[in-house]
Each structure stands twice: as structure tokens, then as C-alpha cells.
T-cell receptor
Framework: GAVVSQHPSRVICKSGTSVKIECRSL??????MFWYRQFPKKSLMLMAT?????????EQGVEKDKFLINHASLTLSTLTVTSAHPEDSSFYIC?????????????FGPGTRLTVT | GIQVEQSPPDLILQEGANSTLRCNFS?????LQWFHQNPWGQLINLFY???GTKQNGRLSATTVATERYSLLYISSSQTTDSGVYFC????????????FGKGITLSVRP
């Protein structure tokens, strides 16, 4: 159990376009999901916390109008990178908080590699 | 915010050797996880261990929350253990976000 999927796994887009990334918890319901960004050979940086049915909470320095997050159901959160630029190229990873055994363990999706040309 | 330091930053082992990976954190936490990131970028959950000791096969972990550190032990290492190991810490409650360390890159040579 505790499987999180992401789609797409890899996307290339042109500068100025928008890209949507989906994160799904496949076998559990997640009231809270998280979005991270990882640069090559670096650690994960939390971008925002997504709570089902409410607005996301963004970390300091993350532009909420550029990185739109929607958590419309207990199994789906989406991240839309609007008006993408080459500096947005990165590895984006989502996680979902599992409700079992204390309720705070996070399970991660396989990541989405975004390249903006 | 909370600071997480992992050591050593890089580790090279011969297959079959044992190792200890360390995670120090700067503040009290009640939420701690260890992950292994494979070469394709997937984070694999190793342990959810805010306190105490757990074992899973060749891996075990110990967290001493009062002294603000956690240890991950790998015994009889295999080449498939190679990758990056992350420690992530935080608090439970409404703000349950995790802060990640910089990771430890492990290379196990045959």
C-alpha cells in the first residue's frame, strides 16, 4: 500500500507556456499533500503544502501566482507552472501524508522532470 | 527554521561492509523519516522513526530525540544500496511539513 503516482514523468515545454503536473494517492486518501522541487545533486526544497478543499500554503520565496496548486479531492493535487521559463526547469516531486500509524508519514511520487526551452 | 545536518556527505563502501549514517537536527522534532533516493529519483521510505529503534532486514535506525540525532545502520551492504540517503524532520500537527538534510551519497562497489 501507500502508492503515490505523478503524471507526466517527463515534460518539455516552450518558454511562456503553462504545464500541469498531477499527483495522485492511489490506495489511500490524503487530506494533505506537499510539493517539492529538487535541483541536480541537491536536496528537496518544499514549495507548498496543499490541503484538500482549501488554499495551499506556500513557502517563503515561492511565487503563488506562478506555481498554482489545486487539491480538489482526497486523492488528487495538481501543480501548474504558469508562463514557464528556463529557470523553472527542475525535478518536481509530490508527497502525500498517509493517514495510518500516527498520520504523519509522507509517501512520495516518482517525480516529474520539467525542461523549459 | 530547523537545521538538518547529515554526515558524512559521501561514503564509498566495498560490498559486504557495514556503515552508519548520521542525522543531526537543531531543534525538537516529533516527526522523522529516512529515505533512499534511487538513481531514477524515486524516494523510497525506509523508516518513520520519531523516536526509538526499528529494524527492517539489513537496515536499522535509531532516533534519540532528546539528543537531536538519528542514525541509520546498513549492514552487509549491496551494490543496490547505492544512492542518496535523506533524513527529513519536522513536527506533527497542523504544520506537518518536513525539512530535508542535504543527503548522503553512498556508493557500494562490487
Amino acid at each position: 500500500g501507500a502508492v503515490v503516482s505523478q503524471h507526466p514523468s517527463r515534460v518539455i515545454c516552450k518558454s511562456g507556456t503553462s504545464v500541469k503536473i498531477e499527483c495522485r494517492s492511489l490506495d489511500f486518501q490524503a487530506t494533505t499533500m506537499f510539493w517539492y522541487r529538487q535541483f541536480p545533486k541537491k536536496s528537496l526544497m518544499l514549495m507548498a503544502t496543499s490541503n484538500e478543499g482549501s488554499k495551499a500554503t506556500y513557502e517563503q520565496g515561492v511565487e503563488k501566482d506562478k506555481f498554482l496548486i489545486n487539491h480538489a479531492s482526497l486523492t488528487l493535487s495538481t501543480l501548474t507552472v504558469t508562463s514557464a521559463h528556463p529557470e523553472d526547469s527542475s525535478f518536481y516531486i509530490c508527497s502525500a501524508r498517509h493517514p495510518g500509524a500516527g498520520g504523519y508519514e509522507q509517501y512520495f511520487g516518482p517525480g516529474t522532470r520539467l525542461t523549459v526551452t | 527554521g530547523i537545521q538538518v545536518e547529515q554526515s558524512p556527505p559521501d561514503l564509498i563502501l566495498q560490498e559486504g561492509a557495514n556503515s552508519t549514517l548520521r542525522c543531526n537536527f537543531s531543534d525538537s522534532v516529533n516527526n522523522l523519516q529516512w529515505f533512499h533516493q534511487n538513481p531514477w529519483g524515486q524516494l523510497i521510505n525506509l523508516f518513520y522513526i520519531p523516536s526509538g529503534t526499528k529494524q527492517n532486514g539489513r537496515l536499522s535506525a535509531t532516533t534519540v530525540a532528546t539528543e537531536r540525532y538519528s542514525l541509520l545502520y546498513i549492514s552487509s551492504s549491496q551494490t543496490t544500496d547505492s544512492g542518496v540517503y535523506f533524513c527529513a524532520v519536522g513536527l506533527t500537527g497542523a504544520n506537518s511539513k518536513l525539512t530535508f538534510g542535504k543527503g548522503i551519497t553512498l556508493s557500494v562497489r562490487p
